[in-house]
T-cell receptor, first 108, second 112 residues
């Protein structure tokens, strides 16, 4: 089993749609969680941290379920500029592991 | 604030040649990572340093890959000899403990 698993997609959605990405992790000792965004041929950049209580940043909402070892990202009112690959990242004291990424394409 | 610096940006070598990549992390970041990202895949951790010590190198192909961070600041990653399947982007990242990681722009390696 992979340490961090994501649905690779691709997700192709129209502008204005709501889309959700899921991520599961295997290390129960994981301590912190993030969603990164990676544009084509660019380095990953932090989109948002994920907190146990859930957190929202504009159109983006992240959720963490430690019992199920599950993280989610919800994007509302999708924009063309949201087209990218979204990477789930799981930190432990020992290392930082990435999922394979979920590719999103938002179409007009 | 200066970000993570990597060089070179691009490198093309023939198989069986050697290559080295350099990374200068954000000042004060004790943790440094090297990742390999093959096209269409997520970044795969190669090695993690805490200051000048190795924390995790379990996925580093040690028969051909080596990395060092002698003074606990900048780091080099070497491949010797290179294989075709080493073609990838090599990303360096740094962070303070348990905070977000910042990435350099990466080195795109093509082995022909």
């Amino acid at each position: 089993r992979k340490e961090v698993e994501q649905d690779p997609g691709p997700f192709n959605v129209p502008e204005g749609a709501t889309v959700a990405f899921n991520c599961t992790y295997s290390n129960s000792a994981s301590q912190s969680f993030f969603w990164y965004r990676q544009d084509c041929r660019k380095e990953p950049k932090l989109l948002m941290s994920v907190y146990s209580s859930g957190n929202e940043d504009g159109r983006f909402t992240a959720q963490l379920n430690r019992a199920s070892q599950y993280i989610s990202l919800l994007i509302r009112d999708s924009k063309l500029s949201d087209s990218a690959t979204y990477l789930c990242v799981v930190n432990s004291m020992r290392d930082m592991r990435f999922g394979a990424g979920t590719r999103l394409t938002v179409k007009p | 604030e200066a970000g993570v610096a990597q060089s070179p940006r691009y490198k093309i070598i023939e198989k069986r040649q050697s290559v080295a990549f350099w990374c200068n992390p954000i000042s004060g970041h004790a943790t440094l990572y090297w990742y390999q990202q093959i096209l269409g895949q997520g970044p795969k951790l190669l090695i993690q340093f805490q200051n000048n010590g190795v924390v995790d190198d379990s996925q580093l192909p040690k028969d051909r890959f080596s990395a060092e961070r002698l003074k606990g600041v900048d780091s080099t990653l070497k491949i010797q000899p290179a294989k075709l399947e080493d073609s990838a982007v090599y990303l360096c990242a740094s962070r303070l403990q348990n905070t977000e990681a910042f990435f350099g722009q990466g080195t795109r390696l093509t082995v022909v």
